[in-house]
């Protein structure tokens, strides 16, 4: 059974696969002084309480914190008695090129969304993942990554509104009822929600015409959904992108061993 890990700046979600499917998804907050031992306890906890027997023989992980890997690979191997693939490190093969600038360093998440945004799609994709921030990465026609944009997270413009101005609250985002906002919180969801529309659009309308080709956009994240409420912002919508995108790039490994 494989162990796949994604790290990201907030959260960190741990998936269980069978070859088939995910068996179970749980998610905890990043934080880079959790030991391998806590890790284990954790997890081995709530594999019991789903009756998750199966044993598990292989790991993969994509990090975006450099600093949280350690513990991973240290739960790996002493629980698990395995050495882990680490997407971005030169013994995890990629089934798709990386035509970036030289010396670029592309985030492992973004490589993982290319790969599976691939898969399941096919090239000349745009992938929007809603995350800490809001990245938009370009997938050529044969699957490469060739690059992309990195905007500020929802959720992270938000808090810069809030902390950064001391008149104004916390607020989460949803939808406003009119564009005009009649009160402080409606305002800056207003400004938040539409603005966010009008990124997404903006940019992927400027991808397109840069590259002249129609492209699919596909987006992935908690709050792609809400967005695409009001907006045909997205051609299909995968909660599990970044997910899926590892059992790819573990299989290829296995496969190229």
């Avoid at 162990?3 to 959260?11: F, K, Q």
Wanted: hydrophobic share 45%; aromatic share 8%.
């Amino acid at each position: 059974m494989l162990l796949a890990i994604d790290c990201g700046n907030t959260n960190t979600v741990f998936a269980l696969w069978d070859g088939e499917r995910f068996l179970a998804t749980w998610r905890t907050s990043t934080e880079w002084q959790r030991t391998a031992d806590q890790y284990y306890v954790w997890l081995s906890t709530l594999m019991k309480l789903k009756d998750i027997d199966g044993e598990i023989t292989e790991v993969i992980i994509s990090s975006t914190v450099p600093r949280v890997v350690f513990n991973l690979r240290v739960l790996a191997d002493r629980y698990f008695n395995t050495r882990p693939l680490v997407v971005g490190k030169p013994g995890c093969l990629l089934p798709v090129d990386v035509r970036v600038d030289q010396g670029t360093q592309v985030g492992p998440d973004r490589l993982v969304n290319t790969v599976a945004g691939f898969d399941l799609y096919g090239g000349d994709l745009i992938v929007v993942d809603f995350g800490t921030a809001t990245t938009f990465d370009v997938v050529a026609s044969d699957g490469a990554y060739v690059g992309g944009v990195i905007a500020p997270g929802v959720n992270l413009s938000l808090e810069a509104l809030h902390h950064a101005a001391a008149a104004l609250p916390h607020v989460d985002i949803a939808k406003p009822q009119a564009v005009v906002g009649t009160n402080t919180v409606a305002c800056m969801q207003s400004g938040v929600f539409w603005g966010y529309v009008g990124l997404v659009r903006e940019i992927c309308a400027r991808i397109k015409a840069e590259r002249d080709r129609d492209m699919r956009v596909i987006s992935t994240g908690g709050l792609a959904p809400l967005l695409q409420q009001t907006e045909a912002l997205f051609d299909d919508y995968h909660d599990d992108l970044t997910m899926h995108g590892l059992t790819v790039i573990h299989r290829y490994n296995k496969d190229n061993a």
